[in-house]
């Protein structure tokens, strides 16, 4: 039987990213839920896109935004 942590690939750096990143990706990454991680895709600051109705960012954004976040 599949487990919720089964669902989640974890990361143990940013190194193990994938180039493009979907919500859950950055979630497991943050260590945060998902609809936590919906709200920061929809903020301006930001950088997502949508395809197909996906949220997706590139993990060179996700990385300056995390380190922005950092500066504050």
Known sequence: MRTAKDKYKEYKSPDDL???LKVK???SFLGINVNKMYSIFKR???N???LGGRYMVTKKEF????DEQSQK
């Open 18 to 20: 994938s180039a493009i």
């Open 44 to 46: 301006n600051d930001f």
């Open 48 to 50: 997502s896109i949508k």
């Open 63 to 66: 990385l300056r935004w995390i």
């Open 25 to 27: 990706d950055c979630a």
